[in-house]
């Protein structure tokens, strides 16, 4: 089997997780810029992160064969200072074109502050200016429903973005069908212990059909699984799925939504 891991912060990962995802048949890897663990202390120590991702990184997957992608943003998580969201944001230019740079990502909301949703319409702006694919953080638990309908709301009030070159990750059953109705794409995030397991992923596979839908790890310093993608591959399977239903969520639809940004090539 091959499969596409769209959402996984390999930077926080051994070099031993890479060589396991590629005896599970991964065949790509894409990181998007997120939170370190701690909240960085200037807009330097993003230069430094977008370094890591752009140059040192792809290399690093190299060595097992692996082409490594990423996305650069400032996540929700720094986003309340409003000087430094200036700063990083100023910093993008730099890095945009760099060819293994898919887009603006993951940006979104967390706690969906004020401070928060103007950063967000500020990398908004900045990816429909620039021709860019968008890759959206949903905020987890009790704020994900209002936060993923402020985010849709920014989005769709965007006369210049399309809906398809857009991505909304971390769904869950009570926010995947208002992304699809909008026309984006959905992300669901397998997560070992607590919110999606493969089990659920795959009933909402079920239930709203295989379009507009893929599956990622999101592996980052926390408990997470950078083999949860194969893993849910093993669970299709269980359930029936036949071997081409599998690759086309696993595969090809990352793929497709990939190809857009004009650098993704296998
Ligand atoms: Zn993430």
Redesign the pocket.
Known sequence: MKYIEP?A?MVSRTTEDYERMALAGCEAVCE?A?WAGYDRCSADGFHDYFSQLTRYEPRRAARFGLIHFCWLGLNSKEAEDLTLAGEVLALLPEFIDQPNVLGIG?IGLNKNSRNELRVLEMQVDFAARHHQLILV?TPHLEDKWKGTRLILDVLKNDQRLRPERILIDHVEEHTVGMVLDSGMWAGMTLYPETKCTPARAIDMLETYGREKLWMNS?C?WGVSDPLAVPKAALEMRKRGHPPGAIERVLFDNPKKFLRQSGKFTL
């Open positions: 959402h912060h998007p997120f993951e953080h999101a980052d």
